[in-house]
């Protein structure tokens, strides 16, 4: 397998893109990258991606300063996948907490649980956005 | 955030689902589940998905025995991604290698450089297929 034009994007011209701590391991949050987006990324060393409800790019972290440093992308065996380990600044999740994945099911009870502790409050962040 | 009805699906009616080794923290693979192969998942503590390509359900390992069993589910902040911590037997991927995720960029060469070793012979698990 070559270069970045072997990866294969959706019929959107998308690829989800996992954020994993490079530091600790936890996975982080995933979203969507474009080839642009992903061009961007590789160029800053910060994560950027396609937002597909507000149809625009951003940068991780434009708005609370919680970017994310590239330090490695991955492709998994399909190429259409990719995992990109970062370091994370300040917490990766816009509801404070450190990861997006701050949930898990209880099967005994039917119902998700929170589980982690914010480590920011989202209205002192994003205002009142 | 209540039960696993308030899970967004995608207009296919599927969620990506990341999986995570649960012991060594390793991002192994991402595939999709439907409201039935997230079931089947919960009820039998094995990962199940649905193949877009082949439009079937599958189990992870109901070839090669590389069976994943399910510790932890997860969903992140906007509930339109699963994140499953599980045991998993032999490798993920099925070109051998423990992640399906084996390959990172290499900026200075524009390349994906192939990382870890395979812990098995996909011929010999998979034959002919």
């Not at 072997?6 to 954020?19: H, R």
Request: aromatic share 10%; glycine share 8%; hydrophobic share 35%.
């Amino acid at each position: 397998m070559q270069g970045l034009d072997q990866l294969k994007y959706d019929a959107d011209g998308l690829i989800p893109a996992i954020v994993q701590d490079a530091d600790t391991g936890e996975v982080l949050m995933m979203a969507y990258m474009n080839k642009t987006s992903l061009a961007e990324s590789i160029r800053t060393g910060r994560t950027h991606f396609w937002s597909r409800s507000r149809r625009k790019y951003w940068m991780k972290g434009e708005s609370s300063g919680h970017v994310q440093e590239i330090r490695e992308i991955l492709v998994d065996c399909d190429a259409d996948t990719l995992l990109i380990r970062a370091k994370q600044h300040g917490a990766a999740c816009h509801e404070g907490y450190k990861t997006c994945f701050f949930r898990a099911y209880d099967a005994a009870e039917g119902q998700w649980q929170t589980q982690g502790t914010r480590l920011f409050d989202p209205q002192q962040v994003y205002g009142s956005k």
